[in-house]
């Protein structure tokens, strides 16, 4: 009786802690890759935020800031922007070698006072390579890379919409490749910096979230 009671109770805590830390991880994942604590969007883009329609995003967002770092200065407010397309490798003709659909996402990586790099557990997600920092590169998912056999430095195109429905395409240096622990983002993600999407997306001074 005593050795069935023992395991008893430690396949319970170790079952229950499990199961807490499990819950634990994925409200904090999506938190920080999703859903953010607090999320601020035009109406319209909140009916249909699984398409990412940046058709439908906030303009004006250096005053959106503003009037929000007032309101609310404890908390710490940041842009973002989603965006899907086709990612396309070429080869050393130029040539098409492999294509895949890519779920983008930009944040700020270059300024450090974010906490951007910190917040989405960046520099501990790294498997070969380094994060973006200058205008032009961008990092993609290791399982992504390994399909579409994309190495360090190669050249990728990005093809997609802009923000007024014309037609876009933008070429990135890979600069690193990261696997997040998600099936979902590791298999099609594409990361670069706000500046660079705002630019490729015509949604200067506009953001998503």
């Known amino acids: 009786p005593i050795i069935i009671i023992s395991i008893g109770v430690s396949l319970t805590i170790l079952l229950s802690g499990y199961m807490r830390g499990a819950m634990g991880d994925m409200i904090e994942q999506n938190a920080r890759f999703q859903t953010g604590h607090v999320k601020v969007m035009s109406r319209a883009y909140a009916e249909n935020e699984s398409q990412m329609p940046n058709d439908l995003a906030l303009l004006g967002v250096t005053e959106v800031h503003a009037q929000l770092e007032k309101s609310f200065p404890d908390i710490e407010w940041v842009d973002r922007i989603r965006f899907g397309g086709l990612l396309d490798v070429p080869d050393k003709n130029g040539e098409t070698k492999g294509q895949g659909p890519s779920a983008g996402m930009a944040i700020e990586l270059f300024s450090k006072s974010t906490g951007e790099i910190q917040r989405m557990n960046m520099e501990q997600s790294i498997v070969r390579g380094n994060i973006p920092s200058k205008n032009g590169e961008a990092m993609i998912g290791e399982d992504f890379a390994r399909k579409l056999d994309i190495e360090i430095g190669d050249r990728i195109t990005f093809m997609g919409t802009t923000m007024n429905g014309s037609m876009t ?24 910096d706000i500046s660079d999407a705002r630019y490729m997306l015509d949604m200067e001074d506009a953001a998503g979230e």
Not at 169 to 192: K, Q, Y
């Open 169 to 192: 395409f933008a070429d990135f240096m890979v600069s690193g490749t990261i696997r997040f622990g998600s099936a979902a983002l590791d298999r099609g993600i594409l990361i670069i």
